[in-house]
Each structure stands twice: as structure tokens, then as C-alpha cells.
């Protein structure tokens, strides 16, 4: 079956701290990962994509690594900002015309 | 930078009705979707369309339907809201099969 699982739920830092993202997968055939960002009340806002040999891509102070192997993706944030409060979607696309698979989404909060 | 619009941000309609969410794409793009996001459940696929005319169902199509007489314009239907309609919906667009997606910023619908 196709799925994604992301983790934790929910998580809580202190602005300025780094935190990870997780995201397993079982989607096959795999084509791309994308993590969006999600802020509340708003549609989601892709922050990267991967693709089968693509292991890490940066985006300012997001970074994904992608384990294609194990089926594994991870966000990584650094210094983070209060701004980074939100939803962070792990969606995997598999090859050929078929709809998206998305995970559940961490919600993040940052506290000053 | 391709925009997608819905036409409300907020809806609150009474069960029994009709409601009709809106969704305009400004660039040409083939792909249209339908979703809604409930906590805990994610993104879930409603309906979508390859192209003019077309409609497909998606994971959770019933109580709705759609309609697309233009290529820039997809349109939910709900029938006869529901209570358990109510939902963040989100509209989404993509050039073609190997187009990235571009979300709406949703409509939170409340059916009292």
C-alpha cells in the first residue's frame, strides 16, 4: 500500500535551536519527494524537491536529505525562527499520471 | 510565478445547501485538483481533471462533484452540505504530468 509516514505529530523548540523532520515512505514506483510548509489557514508552499539521486537539497536554512534505499526523507531546520511555525508536508509522487501520496504533517511551533 | 486562486477564504453555509467553491488558474495549466484537510487525516483527494471536460473521482468523492468547462476554472460542488463537510479545502494546478503543484490558499468551510 502506498503510504507516508511522518513524525513526530507535533514538536515544540525554542527559537534559535535546530530540529528534524521525519518522513518514512512505501510509495512505489517512486518518482519525487517534496517537503511544503504549511502555515496556518494557507495552502501549502513547496520547500524542496527530491529525486531518486538526489541525497541532500538545501533551501536557506531548510535542508532535505533523501535515503532512497531505506525510503527515508528528513527536513532538517536550522536557527530556527518563530516564522517557521507550521505544518511541514512530506508528499512522495510515484511515477506515471497517479495523484500524489501526502503524509499527516508535523506541526511545528516555535517559542520565543 | 503561477497563481492559484479560490474565491473565498471563509464560507459558512447551513446544511441542505448548495455550495459551490471556486478555483482559477492563471497559466495554462492542464491539471486541476480537489482536496480537503482534516486534522489528523491530511490531505485527502476529492476529484480531478487531466483536462477540459474531464473529471476523475478521487479517494473520497462522495457528496461532491465537479466541473470543468474551462481550463482555467475548476469547480467543487457540494449538493447537500453536510456537517461533516465541513473542511479546509484546498484547490490545486499543475502544468501536466511532469509539472510541479501549485495549492491554493484554501477555503475553510463550516456547515452549521
Known amino acids: 500500500k502506498n503510504q507516508v509516514e511522518q513524525s513526530p505529530q507535533s514538536l515544540i523548540i525554542l527559537e534559535g535551536k535546530n530540529c528534524t523532520l521525519q518522513c518514512n515512505y512505501t510509495v512505489s514506483p517512486f518518482s519525487n519527494l517534496r517537503w511544503y510548509k504549511q502555515d496556518t489557514g494557507r495552502g501549502p508552499v513547496s520547500l524542496t524537491i527530491?529525486?531518486?539521486?538526489?541525497n541532500t537539497k538545501s533551501n536557506g536554512r531548510y535542508t532535505a536529505t533523501l535515503d532512497a534505499d531505506t525510503k527515508q526523507s528528513s527536513l532538517h531546520i536550522t536557527a530556527s525562527q518563530l516564522s517557521d511555525s507550521a505544518s511541514y508536508i512530506c508528499v512522495v509522487r510515484r511515477r506515471g499520471n497517479t495523484p500524489l501520496v501526502f503524509g499527516k504533517g508535523t506541526r511545528l511551533s516555535v517559542i520565543a | 510565478d503561477v497563481k492559484v486562486t479560490q474565491s473565498s477564504r471563509y464560507l459558512v453555509k447551513r446544511t441542505g445547501e448548495k455550495v459551490f467553491l471556486e478555483c482559477v488558474q492563471d497559466m495554462d495549466h492542464e491539471n486541476m485538483f480537489w482536496y480537503r484537510q482534516d486534522p489528523g487525516l491530511g490531505l485527502r483527494l476529492i476529484y480531478f481533471?487531466?483536462?477540459?471536460?474531464?473529471?476523475e473521482k478521487g479517494d473520497i468523492p462522495e457528496g461532491y462533484s465537479v466541473s470543468r468547462e474551462k481550463k482555467e476554472r475548476f469547480s467543487l460542488i457540494l449538493e447537500s452540505a453536510s456537517t461533516n463537510q465541513t473542511s479546509m479545502y484546498l484547490c490545486a494546478s499543475r502544468l501536466d504530468i511532469g509539472g510541479g503543484y501549485t495549492f491554493g490558499s484554501g477555503t475553510r468551510l463550516t456547515v452549521v
Open positions: 481533471s487531466y483536462d477540459v471536460k474531464m473529471k
Open positions: 527530491m529525486t531518486f539521486s538526489e
